[in-house]
């Protein structure tokens, strides 16, 4: 069974950081463009940053700077470095794959979701 296993989250005081890491387990051939995606309570769920396969970059202008994608083609697993943080970054992070199940096949997944919480 294919999923997204995410891990990382926790309660952090502003100006934390945190490290969310997400990775793809079971039959997948590979995995294409990776993200990370948020929503925090009474709020939509938002586009925070992605990365294709190739390592190209976009990320909300809310965190341009502070937080950084990146990800491990061979593990099929995508990070979220997230600096400077700030009570608005308080929100459920959802981990979005692109998935490659065979030569002829792709589908997009969802994790869990982690909680994400910074607060003093």
């Known amino acids: 069974q294919v999923q997204l296993v995410e891990s990382g989250g926790g309660l952090v005081q502003p100006g934390g950081s945190l490290r969310l890491s997400c990775a793809a387990s079971?039959?997948?051939?590979?995995?294409?463009?990776m993200g990370w995606y948020r929503q925090a309570p009474g709020n939509q769920r938002e586009l925070v940053a992605t990365?294709?396969?190739?390592?190209?970059?976009n990320y909300a202008d809310s965190v341009k700077g502070r937080f950084t994608i990146s990800r491990d083609n061979a593990k099929n697993t995508v990070y979220l470095q997230m600096n400077s943080l700030k009570p608005e970054d308080t929100a459920v992070y959802y981990c979005?794959?692109?998935?490659?199940?065979?030569?002829?096949?792709?589908?997009?997944?969802w994790g869990q979701g982690t909680q994400v919480t910074v607060s003093s």
């Open positions: 979005n794959a692109d998935l490659r199940l065979n030569l002829f096949s792709t589908r997009k997944y």
């Open positions: 990365i294709t396969s190739g390592g190209s970059t």
């Open positions: 079971g039959s997948i051939f590979s995995a294409n463009a």
